[in-house]
């Protein structure tokens, strides 16, 4: 019988990997991700999990070790954060281009710099072109669910990527929460066990995987990859329903909040999502026509689910948990590209804030929509980011 | 001892005229035989590996980073332990530059972890694939792209390093002694953890050499004292192959155009450094490498 516990959300991840039936985990230890690998291993001490835990001296050979794991037919797990992930950038392609269903968990932590222990999304920003299949977890219940789902989008035969559950750190990783916990038969059935197929080490049918490639073939290889990235955007709605049918809780690339009328439409990933959830129905409250676009996968970025959703609207409000520097948050650039040549066409006011662990609370909410509201009646469109959280001003 | 053996390897390798990594990769695959998945960065060894739709090996094998054989390597033995995969031979093949330098971290660890894995360092003494430039593995005086006036720096001592970690297997070779790395190939194959295998790989194109020297070159290094033969067991060292009388260390550098820079102080102190090693290393014989 499924359970409802108290789980933090790397609890909640823990569960998931678990759950899955993982058989290697590598990882190194690093703020705010720890927990996650401390209970694997706990779960591998005891025997609940039949699985190998291999305790690496970096996350550079914590991708590696989980890569060499997968070619061999293994289902593969790792954690990581912040300055962990960059480390392991150079593998991660590694692990998408081999088109290996790796699933590492983020807990995002924002990248030095200066250095900060809290979240914003700088770290996973950072690996967005690397070919991962990347959903953003709201909650515990979330990071919970993608972990199982991970693995059922990765290894289907339409993908076969590496899936990057991302949980905002402490806002999700270290608070506890609700969790409804699938049962061992119910995940089974949703999930059978890993087989290799077109990518492997196996000594019974020896090929050579990963060599150099020339200018013949290497753009074929990553129109390969690209097309199985846009597959994705269906199966994960397709998977994300049938996980659903399954466990009760229906999953896709985006969620859409009281939007049917809606004229001001926030756009959101992460833990702030559920701040925004609150703000709207507040602001309904008192007659205010605002709605809600959870975007859940960021890579592959669904721009046709966005663009028909946000058609309607006459503005849009972008929320970044990242900076962007030199240019706007990358969520705020992925939904203007969206809604290109759309005419007329929302304005789209993207707005920066909650770096670095920064609360981005009800009232910073307020502000933003109280700033894009001003704008839109006096027809300012705004081509920049605008930092609404900032002690500076908004720049 | 393994002449008969199946060829691993196919013919028709893109490596350069004279290459040793080849004479050492061909006697590595005949003792090890089908049931092996080899790693290699990119690298000379690369080459084998293959390029578009070719590869050189008969065997899985596995293209890594430069920086992570030995990760790999722990990863894969942990997923085949995992699956059931069993008697199978996992094995790094790795340049110096690949091992002493950049993959250094990954190699320590995984040893210190002590996963079941061989991990085989073909020493040329520079970064060669990239066209010759120095790695922490090129001897002092040796001209490179990036030592144009000669290196002023010594050669890491890897193996010592490895030893001083609790490596239960670690040994040096040569492609002038195959007999010799065979047998302490299929040695490290046996050993229930890590273990590792230095080879000196002498490179005609970036040593200066002719490439008909290859064999003589290898001997050489032996039989001057300046790469000598011996492996270390669960500690305790052997010398493999002894030199009743060394060389004098100007036969191998004479040959070689990278130490055509080397003053004779220079050739002096590095005899004489050889000389009172090469002593030392014999009285090893039996003895704790950690003494």
Known sequence: MPQLRALEGNLAVAEGARLSRIQVCAAYPITPQTPIVEYISEYVRQGMLNAKYIAVESEHSAISAVIGASLVGARAFTATAGAGLALMHEVTIVAAGNRLPIVMAIANRAMPSPWSLQVDHSDSMGERDQGWVQLYAENAQEALDFTILGYRIGEDDRVRLPIMPCIDGFYVSHTTEVVNVPDQEQVDAFLPPYKPKHVYLDVNDPISVNNLTSPDVYTEIRQEHFRALQNALSVIDDLGTKFGDCFGRYYGVVEGVALDDAETIFVTMGSITGTVRQAIRDMRAKGEHVGLLKVTAFRPFPKAKVRQILASAKRVLVIDRSAGLGSEGPLALEVKGALYGLYPAPIVYGFIGGLGGRDFSLVTIARAYKKAMEMSAKGEINPRAIWIDSKEGEL | ?291
């Open chain 2, 1 to 291: 001892m393994t002449r008969s053996a199946p060829q691993l390897i196919h013919h028709g390798l893109t490596t350069c005229e004279g290459c040793s990594m080849e004479i050492i990769a061909r006697a590595m695959m005949r003792v090890l035989g089908p049931r092996t998945i080899v790693i290699t960065p990119p690298s000379c060894s690369a080459i084998i590996t293959g390029y578009g739709r070719e590869t050189g090996w008969m065997v899985p094998a596995w293209q890594s980073n430069l920086e992570n054989v030995a990760a790999y390597a722990a990863g894969i033995r942990t997923g085949l332990e995992v699956t059931g995969q069993e008697e199978i031979n996992v094995v790094g093949f790795a340049g110096d530059g690949g091992t002493v330098d950049i993959g250094l971290q990954a190699l320590s660890g995984a040893v210190e972890r002590g996963h079941r894995f061989i991990y085989i360092c073909y020493d040329n003494e520079a970064y060669m694939n990239t066209g010759i430039q120095r790695s922490g593995a090129t001897p002092k005086g040796a001209w490179t792209t990036t030592t144009p006036e000669g290196k002023r720096e010594g050669k890491k001592n890897i193996i010592g390093m490895l030893l001083a970690q609790g490596i239960p297997y670690a040994a040096t070779a040569s492609a002038g002694f195959v007999d010799d790395f065979e047998r302490k190939i299929a040695k490290a194959s046996k050993i229930d953890g890590p273990s590792y295998i230095h080879a000196l790989t002498p490179c005609s194109t970036g040593w200066r050499f002719p490439a008909s020297q290859t064999i003589t070159m290898s001997r050489l290094a032996v039989e001057t004292g300046v790469w000598p033969l011996f492996e270390v067991k669960d500690n305790i060292v052997h010398i493999t192959h002894k030199v009743k009388e060394l060389k004098p260390l100007v036969e191998y550098l004479k040959l070689q155009g990278r130490f055509r820079g080397l003053h004779e102080d220079e050739i002096n102190a590095w005899q004489e450094q050889i000389k009172v090693n090469y002593t030392a290393f014999l009285d090893k014989e039996g003895k704790s490498w950690l003494c």
